[in-house]
């Protein structure tokens, strides 16, 4: 057992005897009694997120899964995402319940890590950040660098994120897998 305290973004807990998947978590003081945590959870049997309010005594049950390196190939549809482990080659195909919005970061041939539960898929580790092209981009503004004005950059997985005026199409970018956030500019 941790403290509710000790809880971090990722981390599976059982809730109610189901476990889930803690999405984002904010310490909140109320005006009366003592401090909560509001944490959005994902229940990691059927995908769906709640909001809890946990106090911060409480205990909760931390859930131990079985993590493997696997390596994300294609998607074969809107729903159909399909993984190579990376010792033994087998091939495994997840849906968007598991994968979630994985594929706005991940191109063909990234690595990943696949959590299991009683050998079942229930979670995608994705690299904390990923290197993607912009392939559409505005212009530059020119003599607009009074103000920081950032602009619109859609990558080439689809993703849209907001970047400094500076950035041009066909450039490579890091980009945040966990916040989806632009962090600089790849040096070729």
Do not use: W
């Not at 911060?56 to 079985?66: G, R």
């Not at 190579?84 to 979630?100: P, R, S």
């Not at 994705?126 to 950032?150: C, F, H, R, S, W």
């Not at 950035?167 to 490579?172: A, F």
């Amino acid at each position: 057992m941790i403290k509710a305290t000790e809880m971090k973004k990722g981390m599976i807990v059982r809730m109610n005897g189901v476990p889930h998947q803690i999405l984002d978590y904010q310490h909140v003081k109320l005006g009366k009694g003592g401090a909560v945590l509001q944490t959005k959870l994902k229940n990691v049997l059927d995908g769906t997120i709640i909001n809890e309010r946990i106090r911060s005594e409480e205990s909760l049950e931390p859930v131990f899964l079985d993590r493997q390196k696997y390596e994300y190939i294609y998607s074969a549809g809107p729903n159909e995402h399909i993984f190579m482990h990376k010792e033994n080659y087998e091939q495994i195909t997840l849906d968007d319940t598991v994968f979630v919005d994985g594929t706005l970061y991940c191109k063909p041939n990234t690595d990943v890590e696949i959590e299991f539960m009683d050998g079942k898929p229930v979670t995608v580790n994705m690299p904390n950040t990923v290197e993607l092209l912009v392939t559409d981009t505005p212009p530059a503004i020119k003599g607009a660098t009074a103000t920081n004005q950032y602009k619109k950059a859609t990558m080439e997985t689809g993703l849209v994120i907001t970047v400094p005026p500076f950035v041009e199409n066909g450039e490579m970018l890091r980009v945040d897998t966990r916040t989806g956030e632009y962090i600089e500019r790849v040096k070729k």
